[in-house]
């Protein structure tokens, strides 16, 4: 089965360092979500591309989030300077032209102390 | 906002037995999708059933069926013959169109007693 990956699995660092979360979706998938899952917000969309071109950040901190599909095979979500309420699972999805229902990777557990 | 609402934080099932978990949501549109994902404790988030809001008939997929009621803006998700499998977080969740996001409920908790 295609899948999407998701690097790291774990990541656990100190305040005020620079996270990357790296993201593999589905060949020929061209829709590519970021999700936030946390106990108190639940799952948040916090930025999403289309053919690479960002449609929707609006759910990102501006000032320490950035999204970007440097290549239809790679998504990057990075946080710098990382924050404890930072903390959470994060997620990628993709999905095909004209498709609905995505496939999500595995998540990245996120933990700034 | 568009909305979508799970009113049941937890819910409990004998084995073998038929659960459903509720979902409303929110919408002025007349065209979307629904879905229903389930996450186990190993987090991947599965797809596990999809419904156009233009079809009257009622998606199934294998031992899962929805019961789509377009004017009560209502989703709800039964699980048949129960397995200890199914135990997991369950995500309601809608797009507006082909491609776009999705906005997710605040999860159900289904547990499965043997």
């Known amino acids: 089965d295609a899948r999407v990956t998701q690097t790291p699995r774990h990541k656990v660092t100190e305040m005020g360092q620079e996270v990357t979360m790296r993201c593999q979706p589905i060949?020929?998938?061209?829709?590519v979500f970021w999700y936030r899952q946390t106990m108190m917000q639940g799952l948040e969309l916090l930025a999403y591309?289309?053919?690479?071109?960002?449609?929707?950040d609006s759910g990102m901190p501006k000032d320490r989030f950035s999204a970007e599909m440097p290549d239809a095979t790679l998504a990057t979500l990075k946080i710098q300077p990382s924050e404890p309420r930072d903390s959470a699972v994060y997620f990628c999805?993709?999905?095909?032209?004209?498709?609905?229902?995505?496939?999500f990777g595995s998540g990245t557990r996120l933990t700034v102390v | 906002a568009q909305t979508v609402t799970q009113s049941q934080p937890e819910m409990s099932v004998q084995e073998a037995e038929t659960v459903t978990l509720s979902c409303t949501y929110d919408?002025?549109?007349?065209?979307?999708?629904l879905f229903w994902y389930k996450q186990p404790p190993s987090r991947q988030m599965i797809l596990v059933i999809r419904?156009?809001?233009?079809?009257?008939q009622n998606a199934t997929e294998n031992r899962f069926s929805v019961n789509f009621q377009k004017a009560a803006k209502s989703f709800s998700l039964k699980i048949s013959d129960s397995q200890l499998g199914d135990a997991a977080m369950y995500f309601c969740?809608?797009?507006?169109?082909?491609?776009?996001?999705?906005?997710f409920g605040g999860g159900t908790r289904v547990l499965v007693k043997p």
């Open positions: 999805a993709s999905g095909p032209p004209g498709g609905y229902g995505y496939t």
């Open positions: 060949l020929g998938h061209n829709t």
């Open positions: 591309f289309r053919n690479r071109a960002p449609l929707d």
């Open positions: 919408t002025s549109e007349s065209d979307y999708y």
């Open positions: 419904q156009e809001a233009y079809k009257q």
């Open positions: 969740a809608r797009s507006r169109a082909t491609g776009n996001k999705l906005t």
